[in-house]
């Protein structure tokens, strides 16, 4: 347990530091920072046929069920127009990929998101590398909840937003 506490307290440091040495804004005032990878990325083996056999999976899924699959239809969208996401017409392989796999997780009873996307960045290449064993992880910078709540009910007047709405992340750039 005190060996990872001390990683993840190395990593954290590393991530701090990579984030000062490595981070712009770029003419919007956007953040832009670069991954912070404790590995060569060249060392991600080949991602592609997982992520096709899982999207294969997910067009099923999604053929029988066409709720899921409109709502699925429409995070493809919202993703498009903030531009999380964009079409690649590119014919050659890049030399460094990693193809990340999705599913949807329906959630009837939410309103504001019925369809939760997840992005597995732990799926394994064919080298047992993913994504995620690649990249530092800096730990938890934001308060713990409890905290913030308190503080929150400290003053008589406390302001809410729907930070989705508010703010977009160029997080692919």
Request: charged share 25%; proline share 3%; with cysteine.
């Amino acid at each position: 347990m005190e060996d990872e506490s001390l990683n993840l307290n190395s990593q954290t440091k590393f991530c701090e530091d990579h984030f000062m040495n490595n981070h712009r804004r770029d003419q919007t005032g956007h953040y832009i920072v670069q991954m912070a990878f404790l590995k060569e990325p060249s060392c991600l083996g080949e991602s592609k046929q997982t992520a096709i056999r899982r999207l294969n999976s997910l067009w099923r899924k999604l053929e029988a069920n066409p709720n899921l699959q409109q709502l699925h239809r429409n995070f493809i969208h919202e993703y498009l127009y903030m531009g999380h996401m964009e079409q690649v017409f590119e014919v050659s392989e890049p030399t460094v990929a990693y193809d990340m796999p999705h599913h949807g997780v329906l959630r009837p009873d939410s309103k504001s998101t019925p369809l939760r996307t997840i992005f597995d960045a732990s799926c394994a290449t064919t080298t047992g590398e993913s994504l995620n064993s690649i990249l530092a992880n800096g730990g938890v910078i934001q308060d713990e909840l409890f905290a913030i709540l308190l503080r929150f009910r400290k003053n008589r007047i406390g302001l809410i937003s729907d930070i989705k709405k508010n703010v977009s992340y160029d997080i692919h750039r």
